[in-house]
T-cell receptor, first 118, second 113 residues
Framework: ETGVTQSPTHLIKTRGQQVTLRCSSQ?????VSWYQQALGQGPQFIFQ???????GRGNFPPRFSGLQFPNYSSELNVNALELDDSALYLC?????????????????FGPGTRLTVL | AQSVTQPDIHITVSEGASLELRCNYS??????LFWYVQSPGQGLQLLLK??????LVQGIKGFEAEFKRSQSSFNLRKPSVHWSDAAEYFC???????????FGPGTSLSVIP
């Protein structure tokens, strides 16, 4: 059983550019959540995808968007990058039901992608 | 506003000493509660979780946590700390079964040999 993987590990972009981060879910998991973790802070929920549809979103602007594919892997896209977007981006997968995650679902986190915006 | 607080930004303990990391939350009802650990360069690993039932929860790596409704707290404990426990610890809550997970700001643990 493979765990959650994320690519790339590190990324450097400049303001105004666009970036795509990728996540492969743990085998058998159909739900993916993305979090932003700024330096020295706890992770902040961006959004969640269940069976290819967004089913929950945190307080992030529309320039943060995502996709989930039929194999349940996922992408996080960020347009018009700003300096404050510099952070560790974490992906977590879990097994959810009917559009929402069961409370007993354990989220398994990937190692993250470190994004630096200059 | 809904929030999770971890009053201690940084804690240093000697190896073999006991440990308690504090977590408080502000929600109307009993949420679902979690503790995660994050080592440098690693993702988050779930230590333990509480949904209902016995208020003392056992987790991995010898950790336990106690839910106290009257104090809105979910403190993490370990009787004897090992050097490998040095890491960042996050308390997290899920207000109900249909809501996002909200993380606290974290407590950084250093262990002195």
């Amino acid at each position: 059983e493979t765990g959650v993987t994320q690519s790339p590990t590190h990324l450097i972009k400049t303001r105004g550019q666009q970036v795509t981060l990728r996540c492969s879910s743990q085998s058998g998991h159909n739900t993916v959540s993305w979090y932003q973790q700024a330096l020295g802070q706890g992770p902040q929920f961006i959004f969640q995808y269940y069976r290819e549809e967004e089913n929950g979103r945190g307080n992030f602007p529309p320039r943060f968007s995502g996709l989930q594919f039929p194999n349940y892997s996922s992408e996080l896209n960020v347009n018009a990058l700003e300096l404050d977007d510099s952070a560790l981006y974490l992906c977590a997968s879990s097994l959810g039901l009917a559009g929402v995650g069961r409370p007993t679902d354990t989220q398994y986190f990937g190692p993250g992608t470190r994004l630096t915006v200059l | 506003a809904q929030s999770v607080t971890q009053p201690d930004i940084h804690i240093t303990v000697s190896e073999g000493a006991s440990l308690e990391l504090r977590c408080n939350y502000s929600y109307g009802a009993t949420p679902y509660l979690f503790w995660y650990v994050q080592s440098p360069g690693q993702g988050l690993q779930l230590l333990l979780k509480y949904f209902s039932g016995d208020t003392l929860v056992q987790g991995i790596k010898g950790f336990e946590a106690e839910f106290k409704r009257s104090q809105s707290s979910f403190n993490l404990r370990k009787p004897s700390v090992h050097w490998s426990d040095a890491a960042e610890y996050f308390c997290a809550v899920r207000p109900n079964s249909y809501d996002k997970v909200i993380f606290g700001p974290g407590t950084s643990l250093s262990v002195i040999p």
